[in-house]
């Protein structure tokens, strides 16, 4: 059957859908990025809007039409477009409710595979460092405080200047290695649900953005990861997430949790920028402009680059909960235990067992081994990694060291204290085997009394199976109850 005629009007273009085919005509427009005033321009235009998207469809761009008048001057140009059929875009599907995880998986794919031969080079990798990331958070940012307090709400607005800055001002390493990777690609730009089909003969990607290079030379992540921020939006947050695991699974590629919540935000903030233009202008979009907004903010807080100090006394179960909380967080731990035995040589599961404050355990060898921890951290922070420093936490003077750490890394510090009675502990302590803790019971009593008072930290009770201390320690992370889970902001 034939797909019924029809007309759509777009803030640049007319398209004509007719029969198998479809015919888009720029409007002479001149708009802040881009100026289709002349018949030349707009050639132009079409001409480039076909040559890059064939890139990825070559079977749905056609070519470009030229209209003629009466007297067979030229008039204008057209995009030629092989008609897709809307029953089966991704967006449609979706909101069908119908299973695309073999969809996803071919878009994923074919993604994966125009990835990797897309144009690089020097012009190219540089619109993937911070300076270019902060450019174009600028753009947006700018966008969304024009229409704060009327159309966007101005917490979001606030919490999401402020989210986007912090992490831009402490990663620049985590963008460069990003780069020196050949991650920065002549990409799609504006992969939206709306403009994938899956078709039998497999997934076709329409509509690149044309209509300046440098917003489309960027990171592989960050073009997969405007899909599945849109599909998070029209579905929830699964759909996002698969799509996101499969492109890792077909392009290899690994990336810190933080980055893959950061793209998602910039581009539901792009978005939110877009719709927000365009209800000022009288046309529906308030509600959507809200409601990405509120999806980039929840992004880049889940995203935050944490450092998160998990002490104790020997025996309350910090390394259980450093580690589980690790897992769920998806940050690194640095335990000061092995770390103390690496840096003096030995294996972890070798005693070196000493007196309270002797042998491996005297100040020396204690300061050396928290500033190895800390140097650690600092690497991993800058990486766009979060970070477990697993310790006991118990001189003041470290856990200013570590404060000032979070502070000149731009990461969210949390810290968090286990405890249990004597009477669990001890029997703990005496029970462990191949652990490179080398604490007795004598030392944990006498650490106790040594110990400077934490009124900061929130308390874990770790009296009871492992389960809901670390579910209870994640609470904390992310909804800190106490002022104790305080954050740094660096300057």
Not at 346 to 358: F, H, K, L, V
Request: hydrophobic share 40%; with cysteine.
């Amino acid at each position: 059957m034939t797909a019924p005629a029809g007309v759509r009007e777009t803030h640049t273009a007319v398209l004509w859908f007719m029969g198998d085919r479809v015919h888009k005509l720029k409007k002479p427009v001149a708009l802040d990025f881009c100026d289709f005033t002349t018949v030349a321009a707009r050639r132009e235009a079409c001409e480039r809007e076909v040559a890059l998207n064939a890139r990825l469809s070559p079977e749905a761009y056609l070519g470009v039409e030229t209209l003629l008048g009466p007297d067979g001057a030229i008039v204008d140009h057209l995009v030629l477009m092989r008609r897709m059929p809307a029953e089966r875009s991704l967006a449609s599907l979706v909101r069908a409710g119908a299973h695309v995880d073999d969809e996803l998986r071919a878009v994923a794919r074919r993604l994966t595979t125009f990835h990797s031969a897309a144009l690089r080079g020097p012009h190219v990798t540089r619109e993937g460092r911070v300076d270019a990331l902060r450019r174009r958070w600028r753009g947006v940012l700018d966008g969304l405080h024009r229409h704060s307090g009327q159309l966007v709400d101005d917490d979001d607005v606030d919490s999401v200047t402020g989210l986007a800055t912090r992490f831009l001002a402490g990663r620049a390493a985590l963008f460069d290695e990003r780069c020196d990777a050949g991650r920065i690609v002549d990409g799609h730009g504006d992969l939206l649900a709306d403009d994938v089909f899956c078709l039998r003969m497999g997934p076709v990607l329409l509509d690149c953005l044309e209509f300046d290079d440098r917003l489309r030379y960027l990171d592989t992540l960050d073009d997969a990861a405007f899909l599945a921020m849109d599909l998070e939006h029209q579905s929830g947050p699964a759909l996002g997430e698969r799509f996101l695991e499969l492109y890792a699974e077909f392009s290899g590629d690994r990336w810190p949790v933080a980055l893959g919540h950061h793209y998602r935000a910039y581009r539901a903030a792009t978005r939110s920028a877009v719709a927000a233009v365009r209800a000022s202008q009288g046309g529906p979009g308030a509600d959507e402009a809200r409601d990405l907004l509120g999806l980039a903010r929840r992004h880049l807080e889940a995203g935050q680059v944490r450092l998160i100090l998990v002490g104790g006394l020997p025996g309350t179960g910090k390394t259980t909960v450093a580690v589980g909380l690790a897992d769920r967080l998806g940050a690194v731990v640095v335990s000061t235990d092995p770390l103390r035995k690496e840096l003096a040589g030995i294996s972890p599961a070798d005693s070196a067992a000493a007196g309270y404050g002797e042998g491996l355990y005297d100040d020396d060898h204690t300061a050396a081994t928290y500033a190895a921890a800390r140097e650690r951290a600092d690497v991993l922070l800058a990486r766009g990694e979060s970070v477990v420093l697993d310790a006991s936490w118990t001189d003041a003077a470290e856990r200013d060291r570590a404060t000032d750490l979070a502070r000149a890394a731009h990461a969210q510090l949390t810290c968090l204290e286990c405890r249990a009675p004597r009477e669990i502990t001890e029997p703990r302590i005496r029970s462990r085997r191949g652990s490179a803790s080398d604490a007795t019971p004598l030392v944990a009593a006498v650490m106790s009394l040594d110990a400077d008072p934490w009124p900061e930290a929130i308390v874990i009770d770790t009296a009871g199976p492992a389960g809901p201390a670390i579910e209870r320690a994640v609470d904390e992370v992310h909804h800190p109850t106490t002022r104790s889970g305080w954050t740094v902001l660096g300057r």
